[in-house]
């Protein structure tokens, strides 16, 4: 994978040692060997089935989930872009969105078509990939509760569409085969009054507004709530909240959210991670799970 010579020819945009910290919330991390923008899911398609079996292949929606290691990403990373953004409405409860479009663009899209139901898309700051793939949720709805098809392209290449009890759902979770990227989604709402449907967008909105540091370098989320309590609380309980290491910190406002102040690197971001789990194990004995994705190499 060392001169480009050996990947498929692509119509799309392919980059070489592509910097990644731009890419995402923490702005912190290494580049990928390759990062990949597809034209079409064809051209993505036709690339991973000429791509050598070995070479790793990684979805990059918004980047919202995710701590990209300083020694950065080996392999292909594959980013959708404009051209996997849109959305449909097939009829009156039912959407088909690309794979590339934005929890807002979905949940304005389906207030505009009068579907309730998918409100809460506009809280997940990712895309129709990530959050399918992880089964995104907030505000007491999950993924799995209105995804009806998933449409994907597998690493070999080979595309098919898989229906929503074949993706083996579970909290933040599914069974989706490694290095298979989400070119698209069918979500099913019900019926709704686009006042309505807006309202409680604006709502979920500002309560995120008020809860959560939106405005900082940050992965949203960072362990899953543990059995029976919430993650924040147990960080608050283990006296985390404002906990830094080098230039990352556990969030003052949420403490399930970590900070990058301004320099941190990503090995500063996963070593406070570390060290809250640590501390909350030792305080209270529940084992925090990273909700948050950490890939690639460490620097």
Not at 105 to 121: M, P, Y
Not at 127 to 137: A, K, W
Not at 251 to 273: P, R, V, Y
């Amino acid at each position: 994978m060392s001169a480009v010579a050996e990947l498929p020819r692509v119509r799309g945009r392919l980059t070489e040692q592509a910097p990644l910290a731009p890419l995402v919330w923490f702005k912190a991390g290494g580049p990928a060997q390759w990062l990949f923008e597809p034209k079409d899911v064809e051209d993505l398609s036709d690339f991973l089935a000429g791509l050598d079996p070995d070479v790793p292949v990684m979805g990059l929606g918004l980047g919202s989930n995710l701590i990209v290691r300083d020694g950065g990403v080996p392999g292909v990373v594959v980013r959708l872009g404009k051209p996997f953004a849109k959305v449909e409405r097939i009829d009156d409860t039912t959407l088909r969105c690309g794979g590339g479009a934005s929890g807002i663009l979905v949940s304005s899209n389906a207030r505009d078509a009068g579907i309730a139901g998918l409100e809460f898309l506009r809280s997940i700051p990712g895309t129709v990939g990530g959050f399918v793939r992880m089964n995104g949720g907030a505000y007491g709805r999950e993924v799995k509760d209105v995804l009806v098809e998933a449409e994907l392209v597998l690493r070999s290449g080979e595309r098919t569409t898989l229906p929503l009890d074949a993706l083996g759902y579970t909290y933040r979770h599914s069974e989706l085969p490694d290095g298979a990227i989400v070119v698209g989604a069918v979500f099913r709402g019900e019926p709704g009054e686009p006042g309505a449907i807006q309202a409680e967008m604006d709502r979920i909105a500002s309560e995120r507004e008020a809860s959560q540091p939106l405005r900082s370098k940050t992965g949203g989320s960072t362990f899953k709530n543990p059995p029976g309590t919430k993650a924040w609380k147990e960080v608050d309980a283990a006296g985390c909240r404002g906990l830094t290491i080098g230039d990352a910190q556990v969030s003052e406002k949420h403490c399930n959210f970590l900070l990058n102040l301004g320099s941190a690197t990503a090995a500063d971001i996963e070593a406070l991670g570390e060290e809250v789990r640590r501390r909350v194990k030792a305080n209270s004995g529940v084992e925090l799970e990273w909700e948050i994705q950490r890939v690639g190499v460490s620097g």
